[in-house]
């Protein structure tokens, strides 16, 4: 009995590399049986192995949808079986998906991100009182905060009026409001407190973890 021996260099591509060769030469194979009741049942065949070989698809939904048309994609679309799904085309395969927009901020402030528009547009929607007075403030001493997060050690109120004025559409005006925010300091406090706790939480993991640890 003789061997040919098969160099990489000379054997074509695969269409799904993730299978391997074996599973394209079954593919190959079932292609040039002569029934189509044979087909079939190897095409069966070669979708259950498929299965066990990327298991992690049993998460994804109509993973079986997926195996079946991957089936198709490998036979070149000229596989002649019954299919329990919808049998894809070449064409919807090389169909190019329409082109996502850039993401567009609420603002120039970005600093202040997105939530911030969507709460000062529920805002708006309130009507005024005390409930209104007080959401309002929370969301000047939101910005502030996220404004001296933005690398700031410190902020006049009149700046967060301002902002806050422009992102309403000039629809709340706190310029001449004679309230004030909370103070820099106490904001930059949380900031600084926060990040030392989460210091101390992963120094604490870390020596846990070396505690477990056996010395040879």
């Known amino acids: 009995m003789t061997f040919d021996l098969e ?9 799904i590399p993730e299978y391997g060769r074996h599973i394209q030469k079954l593919v190959d194979h079932c292609l040039t049986l002569e029934t189509k009741e044979e087909r079939n049942k190897m095409a069966l065949a070669i979708v259950d192995v498929m299965g066990n070989l990327q298991p992690h698809l049993r998460d994804v939904p109509d993973f079986k949808h ?8 490998m036979s070149k679309f000229n596989l002649d079986v019954d299919s329990p799904y919808p ?8 169909e190019k998906p329409e082109s996502l927009p850039y993401p567009k901020y609420a603002s120039k402030y970005r600093y202040y991100g997105n939530n911030i528009q969507t709460m000062i547009d529920v805002a708006l929607s309130w009507e005024e009182g005390e409930k209104k007075e007080a959401l309002v403030f929370t969301i000047a001493n939101h910005m502030k905060k996220c404004y001296l997060n933005w690398n700031k050690d410190t902020v006049d109120d009149a700046v967060i009026y301002k902002h806050l004025f422009e992102l309403s559409n000039s629809k709340i005006d706190l310029r001449a409001s004679e309230e004030t925010l909370s103070e820099s300091k106490n904001l930059l406090k949380k900031r600084n407190s926060q990040g030392q706790n989460h210091t101390k939480n992963n120094h604490k993991k870390t020596n846990n973890n070396n505690k477990g640890r056996k010395r040879y």
């Open 7 to 15: 160099y990489n260099s000379e054997r074509t591509l695969m269409i």
């Open 66 to 73: 997926k195996l079946w048309d991957q089936l198709f994609i």
């Open 87 to 94: 049998i894809p085309s070449k064409e919807e395969l090389q």
